[in-house]
C-alpha cells in the first residue's frame, strides 16, 4: 500500500513537499513515478527515480522546481515542488510496479498506486 501525504493549498510561487510512505512491502522496486492528474485532463507522468542507480527524470513543465528523491530507512518517496504554477494543480500519485524493469512514464504499467493528494495553486 503506498500513503501519500502532504498536499494542500499553496500561492502561486509556493513550496509544497509530498511524501509516499509505503506499508507491507519494501519501496525497493526498479522505478518509482509520481503521477498527476488535473480535472478533465489525462494523468500525467511527473517524474521518476530508478531505484538502483539513482537516476532521475522530470517532464519538460517541472524540470528544475521539482526534486524527486527516496529515504530508503523510512521506506519513503518523496517530491519537493518549489515555485509552484496555477498549472501545477492537481491530485498527485505516487505509483510503482514490481515488474516493471524499465522506467517508463506509461500510468498503464503501474499496478501499485497511492490514493493521491490534491495540490491545488491560487492566489
Known amino acids: 500500500q503506498l500513503v501519500e501525504s502532504g498536499g494542500g493549498l499553496v500561492q502561486p510561487g509556493g513550496s509544497l513537499r509530498l511524501s509516499c510512505a509505503a506499508s507491507?512491502?519494501?519501496?525497493?522496486?526498479?522505478?518509482e513515478a509520481w503521477f498527476r492528474q488535473a480535472p478533465g485532463k489525462e494523468r500525467e507522468g511527473v517524474s521518476f527515480?530508478?531505484?538502483?542507480?539513482?537516476?532521475?527524470y522530470y517532464t519538460d513543465s517541472v524540470k528544475g522546481r521539482f526534486t524527486i528523491s527516496r529515504d530508503d530507512a523510512k521506506n519513503t518517496l518523496y517530491l519537493q515542488m518549489n515555485s509552484l504554477k496555477p498549472e501545477d494543480t492537481a491530485v498527485y500519485y505516487c505509483?510503482?510496479?514490481?515488474?516493471?524493469?524499465?522506467?517508463?512514464?506509461?500510468?498503464?504499467?503501474?499496478?501499485?498506486w497511492g490514493q493521491g493528494t490534491q495540490v491545488t495553486v491560487s492566489s
Open positions: 505509483a510503482t510496479d514490481p515488474r516493471l524493469r524499465y522506467a517508463s512514464f506509461d500510468p498503464d504499467e503501474y499496478n501499485i
Open positions: 527515480i530508478v531505484t538502483s542507480d539513482g537516476s532521475t
Open positions: 507491507g512491502f519494501t519501496l525497493d522496486y526498479y522505478v
